[in-house]
């Protein structure tokens, strides 16, 4: 397995300011196979970012994705209420794993 | 719009075969591939597998001696089926459209329990 390793585990932040999560493989992720969720409490996971870097259909630009080969970041330009949620990479190798998440709460 | 809904038993017996249905709406299940995902409480998401239309499937190895995922094309329906459950396998599962590198479309989530 390539395991996907998030930090940190809880970002405390206010509405307006920008959120960095990383994401770290334990081995080479090809940036094609590198996709970025958020999940809301009861809800299914939604697709932000794949590619690495490639926004989904109908995500505001403020979310945007970079990294290649083991380290990747998912940047939120500045929060909005509604962005406060846990967040999920994902890698596809021979099969697909999941990072643990990071919990963006309001500070 | 593609909307997946997972439907089957909320509660199973240990031992017992956990089996789960995603039924697609708008949009044809041909041509995708078509994942099963579940989330355990406090851990994080875990792939089990996935199928395309030609019946091709690939399982990830901690599921698969005892996984099998199906699909009826006629119906737009796929399949999950878990065979000798515990509470270990207690979970929201997921089914998703998969094209390969990424989930884009999920169903809402099916909790099963795995009790006596």
């Known amino acids: 397995d390539i395991v996907l390793t998030q930090s940190p585990g809880t970002l405390s932040l206010s509405p307006g300011e920008r959120a960095t999560l990383s994401c770290r493989a334990s081995?080479?992720?090809?940036?094609?196979?590198l996709a970025w969720y958020q999940q809301k409490p009861g809800q299914a996971p939604r697709l932000l970012i794949y590619?690495?870097?490639n926004r989904a259909t109908g995500i505001p630009d403020r979310f945007s994705g970079s990294g290649s080969g083991t380290d990747f970041t998912l940047t939120i330009s500045r929060l909005e209420p509604e962005d406060f949620a846990v967040y999920y990479c994902?890698?596809?190798?021979?099969?697909?794993?999941f990072g643990q998440g990071t919990k963006l709460e309001i500070k | 719009q593609v909307q997946l809904q997972e439907s089957g038993p909320g509660l199973v017996k240990p031992s017992e075969t956990l089996s789960l249905t995603c039924s697609v709406s708008?949009?044809?299940?041909?041509?995708?591939?078509w994942s099963w995902i579940r989330q355990s409480p406090g851990k994080r998401l875990e792939w089990i597998g996935y199928?395309?239309?030609?019946?091709?499937?690939n399982y990830h190895p901690s599921f698969e001696s005892r996984v099998t995922i199906s699909i009826d094309t006629s119906k737009n329906q796929f399949s999950l089926k878990l065979s000798s459950v515990t509470a270990a396998d207690t979970a929201v599962y997921y089914c998703?459209?998969?094209?390969?590198?990424?989930?884009?479309?999920w169903g809402h989530g099916s909790l099963v329990t795995v009790s006596s």
């Open positions: 081995r080479t992720v090809g940036s094609a196979f």
């Open positions: 199928i395309h239309n030609d019946g091709t499937t």
């Open positions: 994902q890698q596809y190798g021979s099969f697909y794993t």
């Open positions: 708008g949009g044809s299940i041909s041509g995708h591939y």
């Open positions: 590619a690495a870097s």
């Open positions: 998703a459209r998969d094209d390969g590198i990424r989930f884009d479309y």
